[in-house]
């Protein structure tokens, strides 16, 4: 019954800020809820956590941390396609993609982790004896630099 009070209230034109003060809930819940968000699987997000080393891949941080969907398919929950972002590189994500959807081009984070390169990003792991962390920033790195 909640659900359909806050699809409606926003269907209505109210933002999520207002509806999360209205109901008692976060704007980033309103946003779950309105676009039809399911949450991943706990033993599935412990899974990748673990992976992860419970830091964000991308800066290594251990503080707020969420298991992000790299395709944006909230229900593609293969491991490939899941990684540990901190909130602030996790919003950035988002951030960029919408930018560069807006100008029509394409995103570069998301472009270079793609879920195959997942494969990838492990084997390198193994060869270069390097954590996850250090092989991605160095992706990312010579991706800056081009």
Same mark, same amino acid.
């Given at each position: 019954m909640r659900k359909e009070q /806050? /699809?409606?209230?926003?269907?209505?034109?109210?933002?999520?800020?207002? /509806?999360?003060e209205l109901l008692g809930l976060s704007?980033?819940?309103i946003?779950? /809820? #309105?676009?039809?968000?399911?949450?991943?699987p706990q033993q599935i997000k412990k899974g990748i956590l673990d992976r992860d080393e419970n830091?964000? #891949?991308?800066?290594q941080s251990k503080n707020n941390i969420h298991v992000h969907h790299i395709d944006k398919n909230k229900n593609n929950n293969e491991p490939k396609?899941?990684?540990t972002l901190c909130i602030k590189c996790h919003?950035?994500?988002?951030?960029?993609?919408?930018?560069?959807k807006e100008k029509g081009e394409d995103n570069r984070l998301s472009v270079r982790l793609k879920p195959e390169l997942w494969d990838i990003i492990y084997k390198r792991m193994k060869v270069e004896k390097k954590t996850k962390s250090q092989i991605i920033q160095t992706i990312l790195m010579k991706d800056l630099l081009k």
């Amino acid at each position: 019954m909640r659900k359909e009070q /806050i /699809i409606q209230m926003a269907n209505k034109g109210f933002t999520y800020e207002k /509806i999360g003060e209205l109901l008692g809930l976060s704007k980033q819940r309103i946003h779950q /809820i #309105v676009k039809g968000y399911k949450n991943t699987p706990q033993q599935i997000k412990k899974g990748i956590l673990d992976r992860d080393e419970n830091q964000c #891949v991308l800066c290594q941080s251990k503080n707020n941390i969420h298991v992000h969907h790299i395709d944006k398919n909230k229900n593609n929950n293969e491991p490939k396609n899941l990684m540990t972002l901190c909130i602030k590189c996790h919003n950035n994500t988002h951030t960029m993609d919408k930018i560069t959807k807006e100008k029509g081009e394409d995103n570069r984070l998301s472009v270079r982790l793609k879920p195959e390169l997942w494969d990838i990003i492990y084997k390198r792991m193994k060869v270069e004896k390097k954590t996850k962390s250090q092989i991605i920033q160095t992706i990312l790195m010579k991706d800056l630099l081009k």
